[in-house]
């Protein structure tokens, strides 16, 4: 067990700047997960962690060690695969007990070790099994288990459960969380599944192109995005976007505006462009809108696509003259996405009036993209409005 | 043709042969394969029964000819189809053995195949290793300039190596400043092993290149995460997974050195077995000046080449997987 520190490390290759000025600084034991589109450089700083790949500028340090130019073996890391990994030509015990082959550990010790490994993963009885009689899950539960009978101070993951079916990941996903409060120790796991972020970490580093956005645990990642590309990232379905404009006493948007009193919030000004930003759970349609403390005035729109997903219905509502929109955008001025109770009797095709909850609006700046404030009215009565975004640099 | 229909069966064996292939095109496919395979077999099974009809006919009688009986065959007088011995004298598979210290020269090929054999398949896995799994620049040309080495007539090597084998100081061309003072190799196995590493490197190195380009990175990372440097990667799981590949290698390396003569018969100044001559010129030295025993240099080659027949048998699998493998897979 050990923590983890990324000093300014950067990753350049011939004309790309994978990884730019990463720090990053994990607690013994805390299980943080990288997160971000594909090319975000997740996987860049992995290895960078792992040391199959040495960084440009910069340093890692594991515990107290600076490790950044020691060879991976010499790290005390274990690391999952992708691709799982396993060697093909060697049974599920040779597998398991190859790292502490290498480093000449007693058979007793050996045995010892992958027996409580495989007990962990569930996988007593398969020992002498080859990979490719294993199904996916079985396999990726070999890959753990070979990281846990090293020992290490650090656990990588790399999207381990990427490859699974989706039952099974929800499953693993589970036994990971799990696992890591059997053994206590520091997980970095790489994932661009927000949802699996959002669920088994302890805080979340949000990655874009190869740049840190925001490490924080995933509710006030949630709740309080630092930016733009956070904002859209986590979450699923994503924050609604739209473009406005802030007036004297309100936001105006094209197709609405939102009460607003500029003074209230530091960094805007009348006649700055800002993002606005609202999750689609803090759209009410109008008849729900009483439990609303903060509403804005009613919106109309008229109801495009309905997604019911069961336990709430996602609807894709279209603004002003209401053309439909093939924009995959996020910051299309003209669609607004709802969540609504499951059992709404709303219709395609219907009018409605929507309102938003002022106190969950986000407000961005429009050319930084940096947020700006977490909700737009001043709920605690001290004077500033909702939580006040803190600059990420 | 509507029904098949006993009463209806078209007369001949012919006719009915076409009929049910029509029906049937397995049947020519099947047909067609053993047609193939007869040839392919006939091909390279009769040079060896060829041999073993000269193995076994007293030398005397090898002169006269004669191998070709006639035979009576429905009263006309037909030349049987296959040559048959002329007499039967399985001593000369002895007298192989008593006339010359004939297991010596195999023992010479035997030592100079495996040896060149570890040479080529270590040096070509760092280079394979290196090809097939880095990226750098000029990796291609290099490549190239590697393979370029397989198109050289290996005559064009044997002066200037017999010249530095035989201890001679190297100049540098055109001038007479000494490079090297080489030690003597003559009648060694170095003067050997060296150059056929060397000629055998290129195909191996392209071989190995191809299959360790085609192992996962992630299984070298796993390898590398877990406690090997990438060398023991390399020799503890991607060799392993090569192994088709390794075996393709390795049994050409070792068949093309077991059969070599050319360079062997230079650089063993005399066909003796204390000179490291090999299998081929202890065959060769069953002529001499007066006499040539040709039922004892069949003998001797059907001896030699049995070492072969096993370790292609047994390696026939993997050579195979190997060499279509690799083919499939580029």
Redesign the interface.
Known sequence: MASLKLEHVTKRYEDVTAVDDMNLDIEDGEFVCLVGPSGCGKSTTMETI???TIPTEGKVFIGDRDVTNL???DRG???V?????????MDVYDNIS??LR??DFPKEEIDRRVERAADIVQLEGMLERMPDEMSGGQRQRVAIA?AIV?EPDVF?MDEPLANLDAKLRVHMRTELQRLHKELDTTIIYVTHDQAEAMTMSDRIAVLDTGELQQIDPPLVCYNEPTNLFVAGFIGSPSMNFVNGSVGADAIETPNFSIEFDPARVDGVAPGDDVTVGVRPEDVYPVPEADDVSHPTAAIQARSDVLEPMGDEIFAYLLLGDGETSMSQEAATDDQLLMSIEPDSDLQEDETVSVVLDRRKIHLFDDTTGDAIAHGIVDVTGDGSAGTRAESDD | MATIDDTDEPDGPLNRWVQRAIEDPERVYRALFYTAMIFFMVTTLFPFYWLLVLAVTPNSEIIGGGFIPEIELFGATVPFPLPVPQGFNPGAFVDVFREIPFHLYMLNSFALAVTTTIIVLVVASLAGYVFGRLEFPGRAVLMLAILAISYFPPAAFVVPLYDIFAGNAVNIPFTDVALFQSIELLNTPGSMVLPFSALFMPLSIFILTTFYGQIPDGLEDAARVEGTTRLGALFRVIMPLSAPGVATAAVLTFISVYNEYFFSSIMATSPQAGNWSPLVGGILSYQTQYTTSFNLMAAASVVGVLPMLILVVVAQERIVSGLTSGALKE
């Open positions: 792992a040391g199959l060879p991976p073996k890391i274990a690391m695969f992708q691709n799982i990994a396993l060697f093909p030509h190859f790292g290498l480093r070979r090293r990588l």
